[in-house]
């Protein structure tokens, strides 16, 4: 058999919806094909491996940036990942996986994301589970005992608004690690399509005094009313809740709470410990889906590079192991507040005899701030010396992971 991998055509899209369809499920009108202007205005890129001339796999991939370290990073964010079931097992994905992340480290980017429905086979690709993207059950009940606010408010929010919610989500981001920033297609959504797609969108608003300036938008949430208005069965979806202070979190969970006696669940997007959550005053609440979200660094300078890090004058040897396009030896260096990497000629089997070592998933699991570099000799992504473990811990802690987009 000839296989051949190469960017999807166009004239490709039957066979990729046909096929996109028969891994995710298709509902019983059909998926539809789009059309030629629908395609070319999506902005992603899609690619496929060809068997004999059959469509054996796809992927898609998004070009857009997500926030670690303080900074936007560009990132291939892949989704719509599908085998042909003749084909499973075969080997493809990793051509194909092979090909797409070749041309996105060569479009700049330097991690690429996804959401697993099988994170075993994207380990042996180099990913690795970062966090966690969770819709979330809590009792509506549970949130009128939330203590009341002090000096914060609410507010319906109007297109008027959309540059504030955009402040909000931008300052909140840039102080974790993983959400998309929202900057680019297709997680930028213009204003009237925003409010267009909820219910609502409440703002806390600061009435002044400790909570800063008087109009000053520290919060909002963003919401699904649903059906019905029995509470045993009424659900409401929040696609964001999201706080820059205790007592704006306070506002808008007691706000949703104000749905108790029609709303029985508030299904509430979240990840990770939100410190949102930290002010209800008990964490009664169910998974109602989990999705893993894996991560790899496609290049080790320009990912590790760059970084805020308050070690200044560090020094630290590292070496990766494996993966053809991640394999080498690097020396990190501190100075002026930030990191910065140099190639080290030295062979990796060489390396453990004088530096930490690390695999593609160790170094993914260090970058995102996910593992201790003590967890990550538990579980054998880190070998050799031990003197700089403390000092790589503390590199890339301090930020949570957190996401907000589905994709």
Do not use: C
Not at 83 to 110: I, K, Q
Not at 174 to 203: C, H, I, M
Not at 248 to 277: E, K, M
């Amino acid at each position: 058999m000839s296989l051949t991998v190469r960017p999807v055509e166009y004239a490709d899209q039957p066979d990729y919806t046909r096929l996109g369809a028969e891994a995710f499920g298709t509902p019983a009108a059909g998926r539809p094909v789009p059309t030629r202007e629908e395609w070319a205005a999506a902005g992603f890129r899609e690619w496929g491996a060809f068997d004999d001339g059959d469509l054996a796999a796809r992927l898609r991939v998004y070009g857009f940036t997500s926030w670690f370290h303080g900074a936007r990073v560009p990132t291939a964010g892949v989704a719509g990942v599908a085998v042909a079931p003749e084909r499973r097992g075969s080997g493809h994905l990793a051509r194909l996986f092979g090909a797409a992340l070749d041309e996105a480290r060569d479009r700049g980017d330097v991690i690429s994301t996804l959401f697993p429905t099988a994170p075993g086979i994207y380990r042996g690709l180099g990913y690795e589970v970062v966090g966690s993207f969770d819709d979330v059950d809590v009792p509506v009940q549970n949130l009128g005992r939330v203590a009341a606010p002090d000096g914060v408010v609410t507010r319906r929010a109007g297109v008027a608004d959309f540059d504030a919610i955009v402040a909000v989500h931008r300052a909140w981001a840039a102080a974790q690690n993983g959400p998309v920033s929202r900057a680019e297609k297709p997680f930028w959504t213009p204003p009237e399509k925003f409010f267009a797609d909820y219910t609502g969108v409440t703002l806390a608003v600061s009435a002044g005094g400790s909570a800063g300036a008087a109009g000053d938008v520290v919060g909002f949430a963003s919401w699904n009313r649903g059906d019905g208005y029995t509470p045993a069965t009424a659900v409401m979806e929040v696609d964001d809740l999201i706080a820059l202070t205790p007592d704006a979190a306070r506002a808008l969970w007691r706000t949703l709470g104000s749905f108790s006696t029609v709303v029985g669940t508030a299904r509430v997007s979240t990840s990770g410990l939100d410190p949102a959550w930290l002010v209800l005053p008990d964490l009664t609440s169910t998974v109602h889906a989990a999705n893993p979200y894996m991560l790899r660094i496609l290049d080790v300078a320009g990912a590790l590079g760059g970084v805020q890090a308050p070690l200044e004058g560090a020094r630290v040897p590292f070496a990766v192991r494996g993966g053809q396009d991640l394999a080498g030896a690097w020396t990190l260096t501190v100075s002026d507040g930030v990191t910065h990497l140099e190639r080290d000629a030295i062979a990796v089997e060489d390396a453990h005899h004088e530096r930490p070592v690390l695999s593609p998933n160790g170094l993914a699991l260090l970058y995102a701030g996910a593992e201790s570099a003590a967890n990550l000799r538990i579980a054998g992504h880190l070998t050799g010396l031990p003197d700089q473990d403390a000092v790589l811990s503390a590199l890339f802690a301090g930020r949570r992971l957190h996401v907000r987009d589905y994709f």
